[in-house]
């Protein structure tokens, strides 16, 4: 069964980049066709899909965050990474890794496997 697990560390300072680890175990993360996401819940608010990273390799963004967020992968210890930079306290949330099938895009919100979350605060 494939597990996610989110880590990193939880509270950022405000200007400095927040960085994530979600570390896969029970599938590669190179399988087709599969995409790789993170997805944020800003406290009192609804999910966000930030973006997410293909099986390919090929990575997409929200237009809303695209400018700030960057998403990697290390095959070899079969993890994908997020870095946010710039933060300010409006980036506070709870932070989810997940996968979404092939057969949906991932931002349609369609993710069969998810991390249990990673708390970031951005606070001074």
């Known amino acids: 069964q494939v597990q996610l697990q989110e880590s990193g560390p939880g509270l950022v300072k405000p200007s400095q980049t927040l960085s994530l680890t979600c570390t896969v175990s029970?599938?590669?993360?190179?399988?087709?066709?599969?995409?790789w996401s993170w997805i944020r819940q800003p406290p009192g608010k609804g999910l966000e899909w930030m973006g997410a990273i293909a099986y390919s390799g090929s990575t997409y963004y929200s237009p809303s965050l695209k400018s700030r967020t960057s998403i990697s992968r290390d095959t070899s210890k079969n993890q994908f990474t997020l870095q946010l930079s710039s933060v300010t306290p409006e980036d506070t949330a709870i932070y989810y890794c997940?996968?979404?099938?092939?057969?949906?895009?991932?931002?349609?919100?369609?993710?069969?496997?998810w991390g249990q979350g990673t708390q970031v605060t951005v606070s001074a």
């Open positions: 997940a996968r979404t099938p092939g057969r949906w895009y991932p931002d349609q919100y369609e993710y069969d496997y």
């Open positions: 029970g599938g590669s993360i190179t399988t087709n066709y599969y995409y």
